[in-house]
């Protein structure tokens, strides 16, 4: 693993989840599969593997580009500008 550019860009420290799961998932009645936290706001959005895909939505919407894992025992972290773990 290795820090990108959007990695160096990251608030210290991370924000603070803006809620305990992923609130559109919540609104459409589905269920995430995993969770991913983005470093740049705090929003939680549900994985790829989940039917509605909130958290590559969130990135396409805002263009906040570094998640990591929301996920007990798990801190990797997604570049979707890089297309990559940092």
Known sequence: MSECLHVLELPRPEPAP????CPECLAAGTHPV???LCLVCGHIGCCDSSPLQHATDHFKTTGHP?????E???SWRWCFEDGSIV
């Open 72 to 74: 007990v025992g798990e």
């Open 18 to 21: 803006l809620s305990a799961t």
């Open 34 to 36: 995993q969770l991913r």
């Open 66 to 70: 570094v998640m990591r894992s929301y």
